[in-house]
């Protein structure tokens, strides 16, 4: 039995016991929401995780450019093509 998690940043692949700068997103079909680090968010299904300010952007940024889903359905394009 272990009550000592680890999670580990999906930008730059640190992995910390300890993230207390960290944060969560929590990234749906229509939304992202950006959180300080609690435990309960960290934990969340969807919840992905950076060691700071710096890598939670990246993500975001990635987000606005629609990588966030890749099965997302079209709304404005009709090509499929990547
Ligand atoms: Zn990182």
Redesign the pocket.
């Known amino acids: 039995m272990t009550s000592l998690q680890e999670f580990r ?1 999906e ?2 692949g ?1 992995v910390t016991s300890n993230p207390a700068h960290w944060f969560v997103i929590q990234c749906g079909d229509w939304e992202l929401t950006v959180l300080k680090w609690n435990a309960e968010a960290a934990n969340a299904p969807e919840a992905r995780h ?3 300010e710096a ?1 939670a952007q990246v993500y975001i940024s990635r987000w606005f450019g629609s990588v966030c889903s890749p099965s997302k359905p079209d709304f404005t394009r009709a090509s499929s093509a990547q």
């Open positions: 940043c930008v730059c640190t950076y060691c700071g890598h």
